[in-house]
């Protein structure tokens, strides 16, 4: 589906969520401000304009947005041109640039009525990937009828330009030291705190995909009868609130576990996790990105970490509730925010 925008001639392709892997446009949904950019892949050295949409007015904004990668911030919406995006003049509305990854926006609209594109920055493209997002902690943008103030959310969506530049893969003649976690620790916060994991490093084969390619299952409901995961299938998680493990999961060597944006696996409610891989065969649990995008690099995520990000996943949450029967050995996590919360305190 496509929208465009009047005289400003920008095309508004509504994607997959979290991340528009072709450099485009992403959703713009009802009260949410977001990025919008045009769809064609960037010429080094190109000057390239993003512009700011709200689908309700707005009375006030700033909007802190960030850029990473091979580009220069050159421009933004000022005190100058305000006006032509539906700010009144006179609020100081001259953008903060840091050429080298950040630009803030803001602008008030007395009437309360600044409503689709609101602004603009530009930057120029030179090479690789770079990515262009909302920073939602530095960001603020409200409506004001008068007696109430209604607060916007903003799109966690991310918009791509140009293509990754990968290292070439050195793949090892043995067994490599790979990060594996264990169950060594105690305590650790609830779900979405901040939180500290134990790791230790063992040398092993490193995983290698099948010959043919296997099912895809998708897992978006709570786990409340006995199941078996075995290699011939990848699970994939895709519930961003994450899925709670409330009976006995066994998940066997060699199988893979791919996660979406925020997802995880919570053992609670006298839950039993059993993710035992062995030294040849050790369980993988990596995100969609990997999986579905760089395939040939599952299990060499060491070798991209310096590469990518970001890490939007933690696959394993012990709670307090859960069976202390669980058992976490040999597994291989890559790419997550935080690899293994434990809770319970002691385990078998």
Request: hydrophobic residues 35%.
């Amino acid at each position: 589906m496509q929208r465009s925008y009047g005289d400003k001639g920008v095309v508004e392709w509504v994607l997959f969520p979290f991340v528009c892997a072709e450099a485009a446009v992403c959703t713009a949904s009802v009260g949410v401000i977001s990025l919008i950019a045009e769809s064609y892949p960037p010429e080094p050295n190109e000057e390239i304009t993003v512009w700011i949409h709200t689908d309700e007015p707005l009375f006030c904004m700033g909007l802190g947005i960030a850029v990473t990668g091979d580009a220069v911030i050159t421009t933004a919406m000022s005190e100058a041109d305000c006006a032509d995006f539906g700010w009144d003049n006179g609020w100081r509305s001259d953008p903060y640039i840091d050429p080298n990854g950040f630009v803030y926006l803001n602008g008030v609209r007395w009437a309360g009525d600044a409503n689709g594109i609101i602004g603009y920055f530009k930057f120029r493209y030179h090479s690789g990937q770079v990515a262009v997002w909302i920073d939602s902690t530095s960001s603020t943008a409200y409506g004001w009828d008068g007696n109430s103030v209604t607060y916007s959310s903003f799109s966690t969506d991310a918009l791509l330009f140009g293509e990754m530049v990968l290292p070439p893969l050195r793949k090892p003649q043995g067994p490599t030291p790979v990060l594996i976690q264990c169950p060594l620790g105690s305590g650790g916060p609830a779900r979405y705190e901040p939180n500290k994991f134990s790791e230790c490093s063992q040398p092993f084969e490193m995983f290698s995909m099948p010959d043919s390619e296997p099912t895809v299952i998708e897992i978006n409901s709570d786990i409340t009868s006995n199941q078996i995961w075995d290699a011939n299938n990848v699970y994939y998680i895709t519930e961003p609130n994450g899925i709670n493990i409330q009976a006995l999961l066994v998940i066997e060597p060699g199988t893979t576990v791919i996660f979406g944006y925020a997802c995880g696996l919570f053992v609670n409610n006298g839950g039993v996790l059993i993710s035992r891989g062995t030294p040849d065969k050790p369980i993988l649990y990596t995100s969609d990105f990997m999986y579905f995008y760089y395939p040939e690099y599952i299990g060499y995520y060491w070798q991209v970490f310096p590469y990518y990000g970001p890490h939007y996943f933690c696959p394993i949450y012990i709670e307090r509730t859960a069976s202390p029967a669980a058992t976490i050995t040999y597994n291989m996590i890559e790419g997550a925010c935080r690899g293994y919360c434990n809770r319970k305190h002691s385990l078998d």
